[in-house]
Each structure stands twice: as C-alpha cells, then as structure tokens.
C-alpha cells in the first residue's frame, strides 16, 4: 500500500483558515485520496476525496498538487468542533488503512 | 448520528471466551466494513462484506471472523480472547456501489478482556 505522511499535530486559531498537508510521493495512479477526521470519542468520519482535480464540500475543500505526490485538506474557518485527528489515506477502492494522522488543536 | 448501529455499546468479558459484535448499516448500504481501534496499534482495518460476499481482508487474526446476512446487517466473532484483543470496533457502510467512496461509522463496541 502507497504511504502517507503527516504531520503529528497543528494548531489553529478559531475562524481562521487551517491547511492539513499530506505528503504521498509513492501514489499509484488509481489510487484516490481519502480524507477522514475522528472527533473525540466518536468514529471516524468522511471528509473529502479525490483522484487529480480539486474538490469542494460543504465541510472542506481537497487541493491536489499537479503530480499528485501530495495534497491539502482545508478547513476554510476552523471552529472547535472542527479539533480532532484528521487522516490522510491513499486507496484505489474503498478499503482504508489509517495511519496515524493529524491532531488538531483549535485555539479560542 | 451516521444510521450506522451497533451493539452492544460495550462488553467485558474474560480471556478465552467468545464474543459477537453486531453491526446494522445505514438503509440501502451493500457494503459493510470492521475496523479495530486499540492504543498502540491504532485504527487498523479488519474485513469488508459487499452484499454477502467477502470483498477484501486486512489484519484480521485467525481467531476473528465476520459474515454478512441477507438482511445486510454484520457479525464480528471473535474467539479464544486475549488481553490484547481489547479495543474499540468500529463497523462501517457505504452505498450500493461497490465503488462509493463515503464510509459511514458506528458508534462502536467497546470491548473490554479481563
């Protein structure tokens, strides 16, 4: 399986812009990327995906650089309820394998 | 609340026994998957069911096994336990594409070896 690589943690202020990055040099060309977040104590849940061209959601955009080795997640304005471990993961179907993710701490 | 149910909410039991887990997808989802959430190992994936039929394993132990039913809801079995088998399991669904990308989680089932 393709790997990804993020940071451990980030912080961000609330209302304020945050760009989650994920570096995936070893990308296969079927291989889509999967954004999910797990908020405390909860399951995980779906945030985003895409394969080549950016994508928008109600709850956040994907940005993909153009040789597709990595990829940003963006939350447009961070609220509290957006802090929780955000994961990155390269699959060409729907099996996921985490990995460890990011934390994300949003300050008041 | 994501339509996906499982139950119980949690469990103890002591090792060598034998426990089922049972998870109910959200309505029309053919595909069912089992994740396992422990400290040190993380959110690892287990099995994934699409209508009835086994579509791909991860790190699922021997001792472990799953089945989906004609009415789409899923059983974890998981036998012989361990300390080590204590975690969160999480069951997921998604739609009645094979290739729908949305997974929708549970709550999950905490379970708890002694």
């Known amino acids: 399986d393709a790997k990804t690589t993020q940071p451990n943690s980030m912080e961000s202020n609330e209302e304020e812009p945050v760009h989650l990055p994920c570096n995936h040099s070893?990308?296969?060309?079927?291989?889509?990327i999967h954004w999910y977040r797990q908020l405390p104590s909860q399951g995980p849940e779906y945030v985003i995906h895409g394969l080549t061209s950016n994508v928008n959601n109600r709850m956040a955009s994907l940005a993909i650089a153009e040789d597709r080795k990595s990829s940003t997640l963006i939350l447009h304005r961070a609220t509290l309820r957006d802090a929780a471990v955000y994961y990155c993961?390269?699959?060409?179907?729907?099996?996921?394998?985490f990995g460890a993710g990011t934390r994300l701490t949003v300050k008041p | 609340d994501s339509g996906v149910t499982q139950t119980p909410k949690h469990l103890i039991t002591a090792t060598g026994q034998r426990v089922t887990l049972r998870c109910s997808p959200r309505?029309?989802?053919?595909?069912v998957y089992w994740y396992q959430q422990s400290l040190d190992q993380g959110l690892q994936f287990l099995i994934h069911y699409y209508n009835g039929e086994e579509r791909a394993k991860g790190n699922i132990l021997e001792r472990f096994s799953a089945q989906q039913f004609p009415d789409l809801h899923s059983e974890l079995n998981l036998s012989s336990l361990e300390l080590g088998d204590s975690a969160l399991y999480f069951c997921a669904s998604s739609g009645t594409d094979e290739k729908t990308y949305e997974q929708y989680f549970g709550p999950g089932t905490r379970l708890t070896v002694t």
């Open positions: 309505s029309g989802d053919l595909s």
């Open positions: 993961i390269l699959s060409p179907n729907n099996d996921m394998r």
């Open positions: 070893t990308i296969s060309g079927t291989d889509y």
